[in-house]
């Protein structure tokens, strides 16, 4: 079993930054597949941005390319989503996710059914 915590959400103006972080539990982190996605009110679950298995596939939702980005500290177990130019369409709760631990993902998933394990979930809110 795999647990994932994530922390760094909270409420913003328009235009600021926050930087999201998620620690996973588990020995074989550096292949984890990892992904983060939100969810506004009354809206389905989005894809933000992941990783491939071998970290060298990136993928990002337009709506954020060249806003956000993603990264993640192998000795800490840790992958971050730093997120700058924040509008208030990004208003949403974020959770980071993990495809099955043990396979090997060379392309990164963007839809919800390919993550076996998900965070609690973190607020973000920006203000006009």
């Known amino acids: 079993q795999v647990q994932l915590v994530e922390s760094g959400g909270g409420l913003v103006q328009a235009g600021g930054s926050l930087r999201l972080a998620c620690v996973a539990s588990g020995r074989t982190f550096s292949t984890y597949a990892m992904a983060w996605f939100r969810q506004a009110p009354g809206k389905e679950r989005e894809f933000v941005t992941g990783f491939s298995s071998s970290g060298l596939r990136i993928d990002y939702v337009d709506s954020v390319k060249g806003r956000f980005t993603i990264s993640r500290d192998n000795a800490k177990n840790t992958v971050y989503l730093q997120m700058n130019g924040l509008k208030p369409e990004d208003t949403a709760v974020y959770y980071c996710?993990?495809?099955?631990?043990?396979?090997?993902?060379?392309?990164?998933?963007?839809?919800?059914?390919?993550?076996?394990?998900w965070g609690q979930g973190t607020q973000v809110t920006v203000s006009s």
């Open positions: 996710t993990l495809r099955a631990p043990g396979g090997w993902y060379p392309t990164v998933g963007r839809t919800t059914d390919e993550y076996a394990y």
